[in-house]
Nanobody, 123 residues
Framework: QVQLLESGGGLVQAGGSLRLSCSAS????????VGWFRQAPGKEREFVAVISYRGSSTRYADSVKGRFSISRDNAKNTVYLQMNSLKPEDTAIYYC????????????????WGQGTQVTVSS
C-alpha cells in the first residue's frame, strides 16, 4: 500500500515556475514508477510525465517537453516535477500516481493516486 501526497501548487504568472512534490508513505516506494497527470476544468485527465523506479528513465507529454522536468529521491520517498515557462494552458489539478508498470503508465490506470494540487497560471 502506498499513500501519495502532492504539494507545491499555487498561482503563478505566465512564464513563471513552480515545483510540485509528491511525498509517499510505504517502504516499497522505490519499486514504483511514479508520475503526474493533470485535469483541467471540462477536460479529460491527461498524462504529463513519468519516471522509472530507479530514476534512470523518464517520459513526457509533448505539450510539456523542454519545460517540465521530473526527478525522484527514493531516500526521501519523494518525486518532483519542476515546471518552467508555465503557460495558461498548464492550469489544472495535478495528480501524482504510482504503479509498478512503467511501460504502460500513460494508460492512466495506476494503482495509487494522490488527492491533487491546483496549479493556476495567469496570463
Amino acid at each position: 500500500q502506498v499513500q501519495l501526497l502532492e504539494s507545491g501548487g499555487g498561482l503563478v504568472q505566465a512564464g513563471g515556475s513552480l515545483r510540485l512534490s509528491c511525498s509517499a508513505s510505504g517502504r516499497t516506494f522505490s519499486r514504483y514508477a511514479v508520475g503526474w497527470f493533470r485535469q483541467a476544468p471540462g477536460k479529460e485527465r491527461e498524462f504529463v510525465a513519468v519516471i522509472s523506479y530507479r530514476g534512470s528513465s523518464t517520459r513526457y507529454a509533448d505539450s510539456v517537453k523542454g519545460r517540465f522536468s521530473i526527478s525522484r529521491d527514493n531516500a526521501k520517498n519523494t518525486v518532483y516535477l519542476q515546471m518552467n515557462s508555465l503557460k495558461p494552458e498548464d492550469t489544472a489539478i495535478y495528480y501524482c500516481a504510482a504503479d509498478f508498470r512503467y511501460d504502460s503508465y500513460e494508460s492512466g490506470t495506476a494503482a495509487y493516486w494522490g488527492q491533487g494540487t491546483q496549479v493556476t497560471v495567469s496570463s
